[in-house]
């Protein structure tokens, strides 16, 4: 595999790693809401419909106590802070990708080497040099950098912000087997993958249910105590 195809597939992992984020962020805090709004009907609820025991009281405390040490953790995760570091690292990689296309293009180019090379070896003469570089289209290929030097900063790049996990990389897998064009894909999913990628969607579903059920949970098995 390319670089350039290194470099696609890894943008578009990073991509589905600030997707999962946003969507974490945004779920995070609708449970916030959903709680908090819970806590405040469970109280009118008690002081109003139905005088609460010790037991009552305690477990509400108890429900209130989870939910401001919940919102504070949440806070300390910094979803949209890391997404926006993932953004801009997807992004640089945009332009990245775009360099090593450039060069792989580039006639004469092999793998792992600089297209510049070829026409710089020792006994070539200059006036020759001169003559190739104004015959590829006005291209001036000179001046592109060399695969190895984009390689490189390629992997600074890496460095701004966190990597991607396995699951954003068979959601990148998956997508781009959706809506690109498949014959230009040089990677694809395989049926365990798409099984993997289904299960996941179908957890974080099942999970965040079961975090939404939890007050309710809470306030109905209260009640039958």
């Given at each position: 595999?390319?670089?350039?195809?290194?470099?696609?597939?890894?943008?578009?992992?990073?991509?589905?790693?600030?997707?999962?984020?946003?969507?974490?962020?945004?779920?995070?805090?609708?449970?916030?809401?959903?709680?908090?709004?819970?806590?405040?009907?469970?109280?009118?609820?008690?002081?109003?419909?139905?005088?609460?025991?010790?037991?009552?009281?305690?477990?509400?405390?108890?429900?209130?106590?989870?939910?401001?040490?919940?919102?504070?953790?949440?806070?300390?995760?910094?979803?949209?802070?890391?997404?926006?570091?993932?953004?801009?690292?997807?992004?640089?990689?945009?332009?990245?990708?775009?360099?090593?296309?450039?060069?792989?293009?580039?006639?004469?180019?092999?793998?792992?080497?600089?297209?510049?090379?070829?026409?710089?070896?020792?006994?070539?003469?200059?006036?020759?040099?001169?003559?190739?570089?104004?015959?590829?289209?006005?291209?001036?290929?000179?001046?592109?950098?060399?695969?190895?030097?984009?390689?490189?900063?390629?992997?600074?790049?890496?460095?701004?912000?966190?990597?991607?996990?396995?699951?954003?990389?068979?959601?990148?897998?998956?997508?781009?087997?959706?809506?690109?064009?498949?014959?230009?894909?040089?990677?694809?999913?395989?049926?365990?993958?798409?099984?993997?990628?289904?299960?996941?969607?179908?957890a974080r579903v099942v999970l965040f249910s079961l975090y939404v059920l939890l007050p309710v949970g809470i306030f109905v098995g209260i009640g039958l105590l």
């Amino acid at each position: 595999m390319t670089l350039s195809d290194n470099i696609w597939w890894t943008r578009k992992a990073r991509i589905q790693t600030e997707k999962r984020l946003l969507s974490n962020s945004f779920q995070a805090q609708i449970l916030l809401l959903w709680y908090s709004f819970f806590s405040v009907f469970a109280a009118i609820y008690y002081l109003q419909v139905e005088r609460p025991d010790a037991l009552v009281n305690v477990g509400w405390i108890a429900f209130s106590i989870l939910t401001l040490t919940v919102s504070g953790f949440i806070n300390g995760l910094s979803f949209k802070e890391r997404a926006a570091l993932v953004k801009e690292c997807y992004e640089t990689l945009n332009g990245i990708y775009i360099q090593a296309r450039i060069v792989e293009k580039a006639p004469g180019f092999s793998r792992g080497q600089n297209p510049e090379s070829d026409r710089m070896k020792p006994g070539c003469p200059e006036g020759a040099q001169t003559t190739q570089d104004e015959s590829e289209d006005g291209r001036e290929t000179a001046n592109h950098k060399s695969i190895e030097s984009i390689g490189r900063e390629f992997q600074q790049v890496l460095k701004v912000c966190e990597n991607h996990t396995d699951s954003d990389f068979r959601a990148a897998l998956c997508e781009a087997h959706l809506t690109e064009p498949r014959e230009r894909l040089t990677k694809h999913p395989t049926q365990y993958t798409w099984l993997v990628f289904w299960l996941e969607r179908l957890a974080r579903v099942v999970l965040f249910s079961l975090y939404v059920l939890l007050p309710v949970g809470i306030f109905v098995g209260i009640g039958l105590l």
